[in-house]
């Protein structure tokens, strides 16, 4: 190809040899130790490790692909496993209770009226997943699924031979957003999305074939866009022409660092992948400095494989997720409407919901399909906060995690408890809040900036003293409206900018043609969600008529 003159002199050493192949893997539904080197799998995969590609760099090269290709196995491994863990944790609560806490029933006592140990004492400096709080510590966020649709979707990653270390599928692809029709697709509406779709595609998208979203995390994104432009340089606009370096400057520099290739044709499926640095993953879910992909995990998803440092990232995510959600409601609301705030706060900036780009009723889409898949998210970490719970006789029913009855949950609106979420809100989200705040009570800058120096000290401090003070004990008190106006305001600035670059380099980076059948997909969409509001809307007036005519009828008899 004319591309592979102009890549750099480092890329031309050898390939990644294909993944091994679905037989020859550990077995997806058990949980199963790391792979020792000299294990049966290794002596059958040594063959397909030495091959050579004439270079001289073979030996050194083989080493290498021999450790991605192991470390591939153990985080697909460790997502099995926490899935396995998940599926079994359906009956019983104090299962579910310690995915949220540091420690099993079993060895000590669940401590519910504070947020557990984990929270005190944050090392994001982990490398294992023996590192992690608890063994079943985040399996809360392994949502239980087909496991025929779960291995077709596992296998999409092994057609990459750069290496991935995080992989999740997510989007109306993957979590339909409609209750089932029953519909059947024919072959050629079939064939028109996915070339050669599984049985297993077919069912888990219920006769409406869709474009399949993955997020691929990988440790350095140079490198892995070189590896991947020699396997799949066709996944690529024409910037791929001017190399690995201005691949991986346009998504770490330009929007939220995440780089996609749309309508990309893996395994006769029809995916879209986005790739994003790890670092850049965990401060996202850390600190909410874009909400870009937190957002995108605030909602239920389908890891495919697991990262110990992104898994504890992500429940720190999700509870940051529930304290803003709860400092948006009233004293007392239901988990529709708790679970429509988390999954809405993404859209809140995003340009493509004011633009006839986007279902209207995409948030309520989500939610409504999902109830039981939102509740096995977040039920653990409802648990073990101090000043919310559930008030309904629903909670207390055999097996109640998974019907899909719409429960009540009230909440405490101590300004004391509430200004301890305030202070536990991620730091880059929190520190806009606070100036959004500063404004608003006029504090003198001299006695703003001591507030900051002192909160920029925290990570020296044990979290459970993250007590918050007099100042977030203000913010908590201030006229609830008033909050809810300054808090959607502090996740737009947030998400706004990140979100309208992302969306401007989307031309750059998937070419116009996929832009242009991407935005007119979108666009499909919105007018479908919009028609169908307004039939909602007539239906739902022409009921009262109906009953009124009924009535005067029955009067003049």
């Known amino acids: 190809m004319a591309s592979r003159g102009v890549l750099p002199q480092i890329l031309t050493g050898r390939l990644n040899p294909r993944a091994p192949s679905l037989l020859a893997r550990a077995s997806p539904f058990r949980s199963q130790p790391a792979l020792p080197p000299s294990s049966l799998y290794y002596q059958r995969q040594t063959p397909l490790l030495r091959r050579r590609y004439a270079t001289a760099r073979d030996n050194n090269d083989a080493a290498d692909q021999a450790k991605d290709t192991k470390e591939g196995v153990e985080h697909e491994d460790a997502a099995n496993a926490a899935a396995d863990t998940a599926s079994k944790d359906t009956k019983s609560k104090q299962a579910v209770l310690d995915e949220a806490s540091s420690s099993s029933a079993s060895s000590s006592t669940t401590t519910l009226n504070d947020t557990n140990d984990w929270e005190t004492n944050v090392n994001m ?3 294992s997943f023996k590192q992690l709080p608890h063994a079943n510590f ?9 496991p025929e649709f779960r291995e077709v979707l596992k296998q999409i990653p092994w057609e990459f031979r750069a290496p991935i270390r995080y992989a999740f599928a997510y989007g109306s692809g ?3 957003q409609s209750k089932s029709g029953g519909r059947v697709p024919t072959d050629e509406e079939l064939r028109k999305i996915h070339p050669k779709a599984p049985e297993a595609v077919k069912r888990a998208q219920d006769g409406t ?10 440790t350095h994104t140079q490198h892995w866009h070189s590896l991947n432009m020699k396997q799949h340089r066709d996944h690529y606009s024409a910037l791929a022409s001017l190399g690995s370096g201005a691949v991986s400057y346009v998504q770490d520099k330009i929007g939220a660092g995440v780089y996609f290739n749309p309508y990309v044709i893996v395994n006769g499926i029809l995916i879209k992948y986005g790739v994003v640095q790890l670092d850049t993953l965990e401060r996202d879910l850390t600190q909410w400095d874009t909400l870009y992909l937190a957002g995108r995990l605030h909602k239920p998803v389908k890891i495919l494989r697991d990262d110990p440092k992104i898994r504890l990232a992500n429940q720190i995510n999700l509870l940051s997720a529930l304290r803003t959600a709860l400092l948006l409601l009233p004293p007392k609301f239901t988990e529709d409407e708790l679970f429509a705030t988390i999954a809405g706060i993404s859209y ?6 004011s633009l006839p780009t986007e279902n209207p009723s995409k948030v309520k889409n989500i939610v409504g399909n999902n109830m039981t898949n939102f509740r096995r998210l977040y039920l653990p970490l409802i648990e073990t906060l101090p000043n919310v719970e559930y008030n309904d006789a629903g909670a207390t029913e055999r097996d109640w995690i998974w019907n899909d ?3 009540n949950l009230v909440q405490d609106m101590d300004p004391v408890k509430r200004g301890n979420m305030v202070r536990r809100l991620p730091k880059a989200f929190r520190s806009k809040l606070y100036f959004e705040y500063q404004k608003k009570f006029a504090i003198p800058q001299l006695e703003f900036n001591k507030m900051m120096e002192e909160s920029q000290n925290e990570d020296a401090v044990s979290f459970k003293r993250r007590q918050g003070g007099g100042f977030e004990q203000r913010i ?3 006229d609830p409206a008033e909050l809810r106006k300054v808090v959607r305001k502090v996740i737009k600035q947030t998400i706004s900018w990140p979100a309208t670059t992302q969306s401007l380099k989307g031309p750059l980076t998937s070419g116009f043609k996929r832009t242009i059948r991407y935005l007119s997909e979108k666009m499909d969409k919105y007018r479908q969600g919009r028609d169908a509001e307004k039939a909602k809307t007539a239906a739902a007036e022409e009921k009262p008529s109906e009953k009124s005519e009924v009535d005067s009828k029955a009067e003049k008899k």
């Open 125 to 127: 400096n982990i490398d």
């Open 138 to 146: 985040g399996v809360n966020q392994f949502i239980p699924f087909d």
């Open 174 to 176: 993957v979590f339909p």
């Open 209 to 218: 074939p869709k474009m399949i979203d993955f997020i691929f995390g990988v």
């Open 348 to 353: 809140l900036g995003d340009p493509r919901m």
């Open 405 to 407: 009855k719409n429960l």
């Open 476 to 478: 908590a008190s201030d």
